[in-house]
């Protein structure tokens, strides 16, 4: 297939990118490169710099492809903004670049592109949830800005598949981590990771303080209603979010996908928290990580699990890294790499 993807410097849009390209699939990458860089973009697609906001553009790529005798058969939607905390402080830039620049990619693809998109979209859709593990027919609150902006995009959809027919998978990430293993799992070569500026991400700063980047990590609250009164977060590894992307593509060309939107938690079904986390980066790294308690910030829910069994039973999709130290074990590797070679 030829693939469009958003945000393809970006960490799991990159990761996507790369594993779509092993598998023969003929790849370009859509990045504004305003929160990554050009030797992010992985080697092998076609790298068109723009923002996905300039919608002529896009169009243009759409009619150019097909005009070719090669048009994109999918969209993998990435590009977005996905800090919470700075979603409640300027939650203007989180509607207009996540919100308002997603309309103007599906009014391209309406007008242009292929009628199928698999949308990166969030766990934070559902806020403080109600029960755990969640589900996907839990409701919809977000907490923050952030989440607020992904769901609205969601919303859209749903009408988009209504009215004009545009095939669309929602995939609802939980806390991504960990780095992808050349060769698959347990083969301890990694070429990619984390590489966010700023970086704001729990386990690479605490990777940081590991490396003696960092004096201390933070801790923002202490007095959850949890085991340890830390916030509880569900880890899901790259590699396993990307399998999942592939398994979507496929999904959208089932009579399902003609009939409803497709809509999949992924995590792993088991939640830690921030003291858990910091303790197994202790077991990996030998490091003793010291902490430092903070005020809570505004719109962290408690808990976040995701239940994930209807895309292991609908997507045939299966985590290789199910565990905290083996999420960690490939993230300290890319880490080491990444600062020390």
């Known amino acids: 297939m030829k693939i469009m993807v958003t945000g393809g410097a970006g960490y799991v849009g990159g990761t996507v990118a790369s594993l779509l390209l092993s598998q023969g699939h003929?790849?370009?990458?859509?990045?504004?490169?305003?929160?990554?860089?050009?030797n992010q973009v992985p080697n092998g697609v076609d790298f068109v710099e723009t923002d996905i906001a300039d919608r002529p553009r896009i169009e243009a790529l759409f009619r150019d492809a097909s005009a070719s005798g090669q048009p994109f058969d999918s969209v993998l939607h990435f590009a977005a903004l996905i800090e919470a905390?700075?979603?409640?402080?300027?939650?203007?830039?989180?509607?207009?670049?996540?919100?308002a620049s997603t309309l103007a990619l599906l009014e391209a693809i309406l007008a242009a592109g292929p009628k199928r998109i698999v949308f990166s979209s969030t766990a934070a859709v559902y806020g403080e949830p109600e029960t755990v593990p969640i589900r996907e027919t839990a409701a919809l609150r977000p907490t923050n800005a952030y989440g607020e902006s992904k769901l609205l995009t969601e919303h859209i959809l749903s009408w988009f598949h209504r009215i004009h027919g545009l095939r669309s998978a929602s995939?609802?990430?939980?806390?991504?981590?960990?780095?992808?293993?050349?060769?698959?799992?347990?083969?301890?070569?990694?070429?990619?990771?984390?590489?966010?500026?700023?970086?704001?991400h729990l386990i690479?700063?605490?990777l940081d303080v590991a490396l003696g980047r960092r004096e201390s990590i933070k801790i923002f609250g202490d007095d959850y209603p949890t085991e340890d009164g830390t916030c509880v977060r569900d880890y899901i590894h790259v590699a396993d979010l990307a399998d999942?992307?592939?398994?979507?593509?496929?999904?959208?060309?089932?009579?399902?996908?003609?009939?409803?939107?497709?809509?999949?938690?992924?995590?792993?079904?088991?939640?830690?928290t921030v003291k858990q986390v910091i303790d197994a980066a202790r077991r990996v790294t030998g490091h003793p990580i010291p902490a430092e308690i903070h005020p809570r910030r505004a719109g962290d829910p408690a808990f976040?699990?995701?239940?994930?069994?209807?895309?292991?039973?609908?997507?045939?999709?299966?985590?290789?890294?199910?565990?905290?130290?083996?999420?960690l074990r490939t993230a300290w590797l890319w880490h080491q790499k990444r600062y020390n070679s």
């Open 204 to 206: 690479p700063l605490i």
């Open 26 to 38: 003929q790849v370009t990458v859509v990045d504004n490169l305003c929160h990554a860089r050009r």
């Open 171 to 200: 995939l609802r990430y939980f806390n991504v981590a960990g780095a992808p293993e050349q060769g698959g799992p347990g083969s301890g070569v990694v070429l990619r990771g984390e590489d966010h500026e700023p970086e704001s």
């Open 244 to 272: 999942a992307h592939l398994l979507a593509l496929k999904a959208l060309e089932t009579p399902a996908a003609a009939q409803s939107r497709l809509i999949y938690n992924l995590g792993n079904g088991s939640g830690f």
């Open 85 to 99: 905390g700075e979603s409640m402080n300027k939650p203007e830039i989180y509607f207009r670049n996540n919100t």
């Open 304 to 327: 976040l699990i995701a239940a994930s069994d209807k895309a292991i039973a609908e997507l045939g999709w299966k985590p290789n890294y199910p565990d905290i130290d083996n999420i």
